[in-house]
């Protein structure tokens, strides 16, 4: 299911998948630290680098699991820090639901089981219970720079391959990061960063079935134009 340091780029990127269920098991943090010098390769706007990370685990990540939890339950509006835009429509919202269709039936969630769809969502903001959570920043003073969150999203995604190509798994997660006080307050992060997004990140649960959910992608005849080629 997961990859080890001898895979080829194209095993890591066609097997990657996003991983929502993950074992009781610890992540070194060489491994970690491994997978972050990785990521850190990927392009950047004039070298900036804007980047940081906060990696999580243990009883702070419980206390941010909890917080977050409590706040959403008791109606707290969302406090995300990087804007999000208005909601999705037309293609793109029929592939938001066609995602969710795929794992809700893989977890057999019926439409009208409303517990266990509040479960599924509550997942995502307990960092789909993972045993690390890595928070991504940028520096605030690039808050009105377009070229900084392209290379932050550059950074996450080589972040997750270079993790799948170490036997990790990972999702990338909007949830995890929406009740930001609550982040910023346990993970410590200062006052100068932007919280941009969070990504689970520990050992693959083999057993878990949305761990087996591949999403639907577009054909590269539906997505790219060739110009100027015979």
Sequence with gaps: MSGNPDMTYEEVVMGRRSIRGYL???VPRAVIEEVLTLAMRSPTSMNTQPWHFHIITGEPLDRIRKGNTERILAGEPDSR???RGEPFAGVHRERQVG???????AMGIARDD????????LRGF??????VCVIVTYDRELSDSDDTPFDCGAVTTALVNAAWSRGLGCVINSQG???SPV???HAGIPDDQVIMKAVAMGWPDENFPA??????RKSVHEAARFVGFP
């Design 24 to 26: 009781d098991k610890p």
């Design 81 to 83: 820090e990087f804007r």
């Design 99 to 105: 995602v969710a269709k795929q794992l809700f039936g």
């Design 114 to 121: 409303k517990e266990k769809r509040q479960d599924w969502v």
């Design 126 to 131: 307990r960092q789909f219970d993972a045993p």
């Design 177 to 179: 990061i929406m009740q």
């Design 183 to 185: 982040v910023r307050e």
């Design 211 to 216: 761990n087996a959910v591949v999403s639907e």
